[in-house]
């Protein structure tokens, strides 16, 4: 009998517990269902419909624009800059923010004011930069040119012209995004234990490459990680600097898919077209998360 009862008493205090706990997350679940789940629904029946922005009416179409996007030359285009400018932007700010986290922990002077320096594009608006950069970066006026032609250079049209356009807002991506890396290196470097250093010495790792190689990147393989997917992420949301400096042009040497995006769904008014893009956009951006997660964390050694 007093058996059966302390069996009872455990069960009724568990089943309290997961009561408690259940009613704990049910907000947080309620708001993740109605903030990300319930749009990205609604985006994935929109693009199912003929439906314009501003229509009282809508009809269902099914994969029509689907297809029609599939078949649209300038989709594949801002699919292929899109890739490209990640291609470049990633590899640039990891390693830039990599050598100017390891410059700025090798010296002790300044170092704060060299942190915040760095980190200044991170904080500043790319709508309001970019317009910098675009006076920049004009052909005849513009201090990049000058500096060029001082040196006996002619510079080209950075902006206007189809090899350089998608380069040119590359850099600026390289620019605005690399002191965040900066500033997670510096976390992760100072976490490193110093006898992991004086080991690496004792076995004969004498030179800064050696170390670096046998310490240095394999302790900062979690922030490495968490850097290359978080900058990729940020990448394929690259907008501002195309629609202020470019718009896509010219030639559509510089259309990025978020770009294309907000013209199809908001100047055109292809509201279905441009939900179905919203489809195929969010799908890569979750396949690629997934995929360079599952290969880096074969490569990433946790303390």
């Excluded at 693009?47 to 179409?61: E, I, M, R, S």
């Excluded at 500033?183 to 170390?211: N, T």
Aim: net charge positive; proline share 4%; aromatic share 10%.
């Amino acid at each position: 009998m007093s058996t059966k009862t302390a069996s009872a008493r455990p069960a009724k205090r568990l089943g309290r517990e997961e009561r408690l706990a259940y009613g704990a997350i049910f907000p947080a679940t309620l708001l993740l269902i109605a903030l990300l789940f319930a749009p990205a629904l609604a985006v994935a029946v929109v693009a199912l419909t003929d439906w314009q922005l501003g229509a009282t009416t809508l009809h269902f179409v099914g994969l029509e624009n689907f297809k029609a996007l599939f078949a649209d030359p300038v989709f594949w285009t801002a699919l292929k800059n899109t890739f490209l400018y990640v291609l470049i932007v990633v590899p640039g700010t990891v390693v830039l923010g990599l050598i100017v986290a390891l410059l700025i922990e090798a010296s002790p002077r300044l170092r704060g004011f060299y942190r915040a320096v760095h980190f200044l594009p991170v904080m500043s608006t790319m709508s309001a930069m970019a317009i910098v950069w675009g006076t920049m970066l004009h052909p005849t006026i513009g201090l990049v040119n000058r500096v060029l032609a001082s040196i006996g250079i002619a510079g080209p049209n950075w902006l206007r012209d189809e090899q350089t356009a998608l380069l040119t807002l590359a850099v600026i991506g390289i620019w605005q995004g690399f002191g965040f890396a900066m500033v997670l290196f510096v976390s992760g470097l100072k976490s490193i234990p110093q006898e992991l250093y004086d080991a690496a010495a004792i076995d004969g790792a004498d030179s800064i490459f050696e170390r670096l190689r046998t310490v240095t990147l394999p302790m900062l393989g979690p922030v490495m990680m968490f850097v290359i997917v978080l900058t990729a992420c940020r990448c394929f949301e690259v907008f501002d600097s195309v629609s202020v400096l470019t718009q896509g042009g010219p030639n559509y040497a510089s259309e990025v898919l978020l770009h294309r995006l907000y013209t199809e769904s908001f100047n055109y008014l292809r509201t279905g077209y441009g939900a179905a893009l919203t489809v195929i956009y969010l799908t890569i951006i979750v396949c690629l998360t997934l995929g360079q997660t599952r290969i880096m964390e074969r490569r990433v050694h946790y303390t």
